[in-house]
């Protein structure tokens, strides 16, 4: 099965002032002198550690400072900080009160944050709508995690009317920069043909991009498209090159997928124990299908030492997402007392 979904992304980053050491003297002077940009060079040599033992709290006593007296990007760090609990207690609340004061001056990536909140609920009442106002205008200024997710807020019709074509505009915009999601995505919608006329080759074309850049999804669907042929020729040693690319950054239907590659033996060497490997890491993560398989190896004894028992398990687990033939083959072994199941 291919991934065929869009991810969106919370850009909760910390932005970069100037290169600065904490042990410059006429920098800390600045700083204690109230210079808001001092403040924030300062805050942010004490979050990375720069010249100086790292300490998030005193970066954010500082970052503080520098916001207090509207510097934007300070305004923005802080609710970054705020949002994930960086050197303060964690605070939704407080990280969109930042992220507004810098959004409302026009801060692009306090919008897109902002937006973010909105359309996710944190930190305020969930609201797509307005979620969908604050990307535009962040958007609109050339951000390109912005754009990606307007472009989600379009296909998905949250917020605003469900639009595909107009989806594939800002993910184009978006993929054009660089933007590994909306590289993703944009292949998403090249593969179905939503917004955009069908085109395997262009799909594999972007979600390419996207796989070179760390994307466990655009992996999985690029072996996907080396194993059966789309987009590209057949080719089954990248097919298993791109599966475990995802499989290693932790993507459950790939490594479900490198579970029936070494279990089926056709476009890898047999191999049970791998199989079992893959499942299992698979299943572990919620994976119904991996469940289901998991619970087989265990039930003829490949990859691992027959047992029964376990393999109910596994099944059982499988069928609480609602698949039927785990459930019957649970019920069957659990009838027969675990014996000759």
């Known amino acids: 099965m291919i991934r065929i979904f869009g991810i969106l992304i919370a850009v909760i980053f910390f932005a970069v002032g100037h290169t600065a050491s904490a042990q410059d003297s ?17 805050s942010f040599a004490y979050l990375v550690g720069d010249s100086v033992d790292q300490n998030h709290g005193e970066s954010v006593k500082w970052l503080q400072k520098a916001a207090d007296q509207g510097l934007l990007v300070a305004q923005y760090n802080l609710g970054s900080a705020y949002y994930h609990g960086d050197g303060v207690e964690q605070d939704y609340a407080e990280a969109v009160k930042w992220w507004r004061l810098a959004a409302e001056q026009g801060y692009a990536l306090a919008q897109n944050n902002l937006g973010y909140a909105y359309y996710n609920g944190d930190g305020v009442k969930q609201d797509y709508a307005e979620a969908v106002r604050w990307y535009r205008l962040a958007a609109e200024q050339g951000d390109a995690d912005a754009q990606n ?33 909306a590289q993703y ?8 043909g939503r917004g955009v006329e069908q085109d395997y080759v262009e799909a594999v074309k972007w979600w390419q991009m996207a796989a070179e850049q760390g994307i466990a999804d655009a992996q999985y669907n690029l072996g996907y498209a080396y194993h059966y042929g789309e987009g590209v020729e057949q080719d089954y ?37 791998e199989a079992v490997k893959w499942y299992r890491l698979a299943a572990e ?10 619970g087989f190896a265990y039930y003829n004894g490949e990859g691992v030492e027959q047992d029964y028992a376990e393999a109910v398990k596994w099944w059982q687990m499988a069928a609480e997402q609602g698949d039927e033939t785990a459930k019957q ?13």
């Open 237 to 273: 040693a990248k097919a298993v090159t791109w599966y475990r690319a995802a499989a290693i950054f932790g993507s459950a239907f790939a490594q479900n997928k490198l579970g029936d590659a070494f279990y089926n033996g056709k476009i890898v060497e047999q191999d049970y124990v």
């Open 26 to 42: 006429e920098l800390l002077k600045k700083a204690q002198d109230g210079e808001a940009e001092a403040q924030f060079d300062l």
């Open 185 to 192: 995505n944009l292949g998403v919608a090249y593969r179905n």
């Open 329 to 341: 083959l649970a019920e069957e072994c659990v009838r027969k007392e675990y014996k000759d199941c």
């Open 149 to 181: 997710n307007l472009g989600i807020a379009y296909a998905s019709g949250k917020g605003v009317e469900q639009d595909y074509a107009e989806a594939v505009r800002w993910w184009r915009l978006a993929a054009e920069q660089g933007d590994a999601l």
């Open 285 to 294: 993560q919620g994976d119904a299908t991996a469940q289901y398989n998991l």
